[in-house]
């Protein structure tokens, strides 16, 4: 991988901590028009990696809270400590430092939120921010790709991009890797509903047609190109025009039950647009101002109660920082 | 057509002019990325519409000059005065009113650079000013659009839009017909040649393919967005970075004859960018600069002069007003 390419850090072993606690934040990709290149962070929820220096070199982790036991505690096979460990290999000193890790999942695994993005996001910048920070967060953003492919099979950065960037991120491609920022529109919120139902994230891309009509992807990248414009502008009645999925929502809404009525309940709420969180079945309500994004939330979940689905929900703004020291 | 809904102008049979004398630009749709999307305006070529009102009601063609007899003089067959029989029915005029036309085109028709548009914008624009302005340049975009159907069968805006609202324009989508004005780089120039051969609209339409890769789509769109965010940044690197079309140029290129080595020889000088105009056979070097956007064309224009194909170049600055008045 060409961003991975050998370079020399400024690694001052003096400045190592004995530990630190970071927060990275759950994520939005996608952003409802911009399958695979759009995505932008929340406040919370959220994943916490503790990291302890010890005397003993190598990676370890301590303990997982959180994931209903659902991941793995081989330092091998776990993203965190993975990814970890190749960084310290990267930067050629993993036979000489010992690290532990505790790691709290404070969102729901299998979410449609970027559960293993914000853990691997956490986890690289925990240990970038032990070791004295030689990386900048641009030149961490590889290794937090890598850690998605770990995670999840495919090097996707629609949502470490923002998890570890913070804000609204465009991936505009991959050779090489071209993140850019976008500008956040103040009054933008997100009401999130987690409807708890299983959708791995696996089963939701083999539901994808490989082709498409290219008359449908114009339509797309019209709107992708109008909600861009919408951003800089800060136009919310363009931005509310422009995020509509005609591509990739009629396929994955077919897995998140009451879809359809969810997203009638949003727009009647006056969100600015609905859709799908990444490949869901989280589903999410964009809107201008709190007030709105918590109604369109809450009319969503008490129709989720009466059709006896249980559910999350998470009302934030656009979490502009990315992941953050605690403490 | 929603847009050409009945509405109220306000008509002042004494403010009509005696005549008007107007250009109307050519344009480069697509910009390389934003295939029926994206377009941009140029200072020249363009076409020119001298309008004049007279005693005996209807419109009439009076000359056609540049056009090498291709265009019909009939009124009911010829765009511009199609377009402006249009208009004038549509403010219910169309039997008290006497227009006569004189249409000069200054560029060459089938070229890629909107030869059709440039006349319908010119004509509609005349018989607004000649009318002294009732309609908004917005009002008057959805009977550019349908003028550019009745020119070539498909009610497309990506020619009529630029060359009607100035600079560089984004249509977002056509239920309703929504067109954004983006913001144009200082430094932004176009190198543009017509390579002399012919390649019908129609034709170019029909080589394309309807269904698409989703990667493919996904890289287009990533590139879509990128030039976006690179015109409102002014970054002209991330603008370099974005303009390339995997989905199109693939397919169109076979039509036009050397295309791999006048974009070999534009990269070399140094522009930003190279690719098709429109439906071509024009192609366009995109530049930071005129000297580069110069020096590219004329390298071009040097190797087809080399390969016997006759050619037109042009070099132009993104043109920001779009039609203007003459005199």
Known sequence: MES?????YELDFTKIRESVRVFAPATVANMICGFDILGFAVDYPG?????YRVEEPGVRIRTIVGDDGKL???ADRNTVSA???MLLAHLGIQDELGIEIELTKHMPIGSGLGSSSASTVAGLFAVNSLLGNPLSKEELMPFCVEGERLACGHGHADNVAPALMGGITLVRGYQPLDVIKLPVPDELYAGIVFPQVDVPTRDARQLIKEKVLLKDAVTQWGNIAGLIAGLYERDYA???RSMHDVLIEPTRAILIPEF???????LAAGALSFGISGSGPSVVAIARGKEVAEQAASFIQQHLTQCEIESLKYVSSVNVDGPKLLD
């Open 238 to 240: 363009l931005i509310s």
């Open 72 to 74: 793995p505690l081989d």
């Open 83 to 85: 990814c970890v460990k």
């Open 47 to 51: 994943d916490e990696v503790a990291m």
């Open 4 to 8: 991975l390419e050998k370079k020399q």
């Open 260 to 266: 359809y009525e969810m997203k009638r309940i949003a």
